[in-house]
């Protein structure tokens, strides 16, 4: 791989010759191959004593693994169940670093393709009841990819919004409890896994990169509330999108500080001394307490995190201009009842949707059919607002009167559609559910060939002979059942005859 003379000096010059000649040796090594497994559906444990193929842990991520490079984990049943998510370990860091608790609000505010907002959904679904997460995109194309994968990984409490920096801060002043920027980057550390983005690379690109980050983090402060935390990082090794725009961040906000980062014996620290801007002293030591993950010291390809805090001035509690109190929000959740408390009000829907029903769409579904489904298939639905629009389905986290004026592609879970006579669940619906909150379940062992067939969108006959028996599927029930590979769900199939109709979307679909 050729890489770019002016790159190449100026690592040269920030690494001195020795290191330099490691981490050029690093450049032209294989990359290095991640998964990271979903927390609300297995256990380390049990993925360690089920993996499909050799895995070993990333030691300095929760739930991080490295696997060989000729395994293809995106074509393994697991996959399309949501069990695991594709990231190299050092993107895996920054959304390990950031903690999350119970009822958190959580910005990713540069979220696509959705490798970091899926940890972050998963860490505030295990940290308890409710909070939300609001993962932006600013390119449509790139939001749609980051809904699905937020879809796949069987997130609930969450809104993918569409916007600019900038808009989301006028509709957010001081709402979130922790945010992430993962920004933009000139993607130094992606060079060896895309070399096109070396061949992209440029001096003034990295100078035009640091100015757009030095804007997010901007916005990021206004919507940052006191006490809150914000965690910046980067795929790339330029001092200009680093420390530089860390140093300069601190200095206009003499409220922000530099808090340390949980430690990992290969982590370098970041480096005060590649800064150029005028910073007191003991201030610009602090950027010490960031963290750089280089490929010649780490099995990483190479990012940069600096972790801050807001100052906690007592207003935090009580958010001005937002109509979204923290007190009163989490003191006043409730889980309504699945089919109770159904509105067809405000939210759960993207503005192309609400529209068309404002223009009358004709309705031909009835609530009841919704419930009658829940009731066949003993489902117990998880934490959440029902509320119907249109003929969708949806279940909402509970979702401030300010996001409303946003473009978003969606807010929370659609659970299906209200058809003629009858309730059609959503393939993201069966990613939400497990053995335990569905009766009618239909499980495959992940190796069947059967489930390779469903995933691809076939149907599977049950003919009741031996091999069918020895492939390891239960026995259908008639109607819809959710097909699980193992123990976990991957979609709907609806049964009749001795045929398992696939339900599958067109677009889900995993060819072999
Ligand atoms: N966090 C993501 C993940 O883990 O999958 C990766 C984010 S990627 C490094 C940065 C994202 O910022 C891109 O999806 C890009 O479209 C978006 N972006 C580009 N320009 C932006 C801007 N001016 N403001 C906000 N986001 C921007």
Known sequence: MKLPEAFLNRMK??????????????????????????????????????????????????NGYIYPEDVRPSLHPYYSAGVYYLQEPSAMTPGDRLDIGPGDTVLDLCAAPGGKATQLAAKLLCAGEGGLLVANEISNARAKALLRNLELFGARNFLVTNERPDRLAAAFPLFFDKILIDAPCSGEGMFRRQPDVADAWSEEKVRKLARVQRQILEEGYRMLRPGGQLLYSTCTFSPAENEENIADFLADHPDITLIPIRPYEGFAE?????????????????????????????????????????????????????????????????????????????????????????????????????????????????????????????????????????????CGVCLGELKKNRFEPAHQFALILSRETCGACLEFSPGDRALASFLAGGTVRFDGTEAQRQGGAGAPVPGWNLVLAGRFPVGWGKYADGVLKNKIPQSWRIEP
């Open 13 to 62: 010059t920030m690494l001195g010759d020795e290191e330099y000649e490691s981490f050029l040796r690093a450049c032209s090594g294989n990359p290095v191959r991640g998964l990271r497994i979903n927390p609300m559906k297995i256990t380390r444990e049990e993925f360690e004593a089920s993996a499909p193929f050799p895995v070993r842990r990333v030691p300095w991520v929760e």
């Open 270 to 410: 970041g480096r005060p001394d590649w800064v150029t801007r005028d910073l007191p002293e003991s201030r610009l030591a602090t950027l010490r307490r960031c963290i750089r993950i280089w490929p010649h010291r780490m099995e990483g390809e190479g990012h940069f995190l600096a972790l801050m805090k807001k100052e906690d001035d007592g207003s935090g509690e009580r958010v001005e201009g937002s109509e979204f109190p923290r007190r009163s929000r989490k003191s006043e959740r409730k889980n309504p009842p699945a089919g109770r408390n159904e509105r067809a009000s405000r939210g759960g829907v993207g503005r192309k949707e609400s529209r068309r029903t404002r223009q009358g769409e004709k309705k031909n579904g009835n609530p009841e059919d919704f419930r009658t489904f829940l009731d066949e298939m003993e489902i117990r639905l998880p934490e959440g607002r029902i509320e119907i629009r249109g003929e969708r389905v949806y279940l909402l986290p509970d979702l401030p009167e300010e996001a409303l004026h946003l473009n978003f592609l969606r």
